[in-house]
């Protein structure tokens, strides 16, 4: 199984059309999303294309091959309007024989992680739309950073996991 995953899009619909657009080119079977669909929040300014009602067009028709994680700035009425579950904390999976514990990043983070990591695991989480890989205490912390709203000087990028390996890549 291979797994594409992004973060933060928040309701941008050039950076949601994209990411599918890559989901599709990377020959992935899962889309899986790490909250702040929809809304852009409080804190930060409007993406250049924000339009959460495209966003739910572009998304809807994928139900099927979507896993996402609740963010921060997600509400209950995000999923009256997703077709897919968009409320859990995290996602746990294994790939080859790697755990990876995948969330946003607020209630999660890699200074409070979840019990159930071990070294060898890998945490995967969006929120401060910072690009990072690196390795502490034997597990490897992954974030993607957010394609509509980067921080910190971090390209728009994407997390690839397959057979127990994952990629940090930048979006063409």
Same mark, same amino acid.
């Given at each position: 199984?291979?797994?594409? !995953?992004? *973060?933060?899009?928040? %309701?941008?619909?050039?950076?949601?059309?994209?990411? !599918?657009?890559?989901?599709?080119?990377?020959?992935?079977?899962?889309?899986?999303?790490? %909250?702040?669909? $929809?809304?852009?929040?409080?804190?930060?300014?409007?993406?250049?294309?924000?339009?959460?009602?495209?966003?739910?067009?572009? $998304?809807?028709?994928?139900?099927?091959? #979507?896993?996402?994680?609740?963010?921060?700035?997600?509400?209950?009425?995000?999923?009256? !309007?997703? %077709?897919?579950?968009?409320?859990?904390?995290? @996602?746990?999976? !294994? *790939?080859?024989?790697?755990?990876?514990?995948?969330?946003?990043?607020? $209630?999660?983070?890699?200074?409070?992680?979840?019990?159930?990591?071990?070294? %060898?695991?890998?945490? #995967? *989480?969006?929120?401060?739309?910072?690009?990072?890989?690196?390795?502490?205490?034997?597990?490897?912390?992954?974030?993607?950073?957010?394609?509509?709203?980067?921080?910190?000087? *971090?390209?728009?990028?994407?997390? #690839? @996991?397959?057979?127990?390996?994952?990629? $940090?890549?930048?979006?063409?």
């Amino acid at each position: 199984m291979k797994f594409f !995953v992004v *973060s933060d899009i928040h %309701g941008d619909s050039y950076w949601a059309a994209k990411a !599918v657009e890559t989901f599709e080119a990377e020959h992935a079977d899962r889309l899986v999303l790490l %909250g702040d669909i $929809l809304y852009h929040g409080p804190r930060n300014d409007l993406p250049g294309h924000y339009a959460p009602k495209d966003v739910i067009g572009i $998304l809807n028709p994928l139900a099927d091959k #979507i896993l996402a994680v609740r963010g921060n700035c997600e509400a209950e009425v995000d999923q009256m !309007v997703l %077709g897919f579950p968009c409320m859990a904390d995290y @996602i746990y999976i !294994v *790939s080859g024989e790697v755990p990876f514990f995948i969330t946003h990043g607020h $209630l999660y983070s890699p200074d409070r992680l979840p019990p159930l990591l071990t070294p %060898g695991s890998v945490f #995967i *989480s969006g929120h401060t739309h910072v690009t990072e890989d690196l390795m502490r205490d034997g597990i490897r912390f992954m974030n993607p950073g957010s394609p509509s709203i980067p921080k910190e000087n *971090s390209r728009p990028s994407y997390i #690839i @996991i397959e057979d127990g390996q994952a990629r $940090l890549k930048e979006f063409d």
